[in-house]
């Protein structure tokens, strides 16, 4: 694809050389004369003065004065994301279902529809039209899989679990397992029967072993859109939002509500009930309180976590205090 070519598919604008051929896309350091690459300033603005490729995509506002052939885009990370499907488009495993699938009678499975070798698909589950169920994975009853989902090898659905379209279970994959609800009893835990079900929103996708537990009562959610990190887990009766990011190690306790486009970094601690309120930061490694919120917009971080202005200070204290016993003083 020439590079006259690649600019019209985005919708954007060129320069340089448009009939340079491309057939592939690579990073700055490793791009060659025929490949893609982004450049988004900063670091990067450094590294493509010495980058090979025979093309960037860079921002409206980045210099070129040594004219090299650029294609103008208001964000070169998006573009470059909906590039690489043309030049390595995602594998699509040929629709029918593999001889030693076990597959219940009641079961409905789209003829358009994947099942890999020795899956499990419990009595009156749906898989969708397009969706593909990889190797080793086990379904159990009463499941809905909605259309183009992607279930790579071995995850693990328990039943009665509502899956929507467009979405994206990696390898380990644990959805619908039972809530950690026990009941102290005189001198003894009794288990509190975890009834409940969940639902998954479409375009969510989940990250290899995470976790999304089944409600005691009711519903555990994840909404449209959200994108949970490898190693997540997500406990009995949280209500997760549209278009949140969780990233890796991440863990909610009970009854946990996150609100639309909330983003949370990696190995947070969540306790039970907290609310989360709409395009909230959590900072990486932070732990928030039993039945805290964390209000719309703010940004908090550290154990237990506190606007980020707040922890900032109390590190600087901390450091001055550590300096002044480093230098003997009292």
Known sequence: MRVRELGAWLNATWEGDGDCEIHGVASLEDAQPEEVSFVTGGRGAKAAETSQA??????????????????????????????????????????????????????????????GPF?????????????SIGPGCSIGEKVRIGENCTL??????????SIGSHVILHSGCVIGADGFGFVFTGAA???????????????????????????????TSI??????DNMVHVGHNCRIGRHVVVAAQTGFSGGVIVEDYAVIGGQVGIGDKVRIESRAVIGSGAGILTSKIVRAGQVVWGTPARPLKEYLAQLAVVSRLAKKKSNGSP
Not at 56 to 75: C, E, G, M
Not at 119 to 130: D, H, L, P, W, Y
Not at 223 to 228: D, N, P, V
């Open 54 to 115: 025979g093309c960037l995509l860079a921002r409206p506002d980045f210099p070129n004065p040594t004219a090299r052939t650029l294609i103008r885009v208001a964000d070169p990370r998006a573009a470059i994301a909906r590039i690489i499907p043309l030049f390595q488009p995602p594998a699509q495993p040929q629709a029918g279902i593999h001889p030693s699938a076990a597959i219940a009678p009641s079961a409905a499975v789209h003829p358009t529809a994947y099942i």
């Open 119 to 131: 899956v499990t698909i419990g009595a009156g589950s749906e898989i969708g039209a397009g969706s």
């Open 152 to 161: 790579h090898p071995r995850v693990t659905i328990y039943g009665q679990v």
């Open 189 to 219: 835990y009794e288990k509190f029967p975890q009834i409940g079900r969940v639902e998954i929103g479409d375009r969510v996708e989940a990250g290899a072993n995470s976790c999304v537990d089944r409600a005691a009562l009711g519903v």
């Open 223 to 228: 909404g449209e859109g959200t994108k949970l």
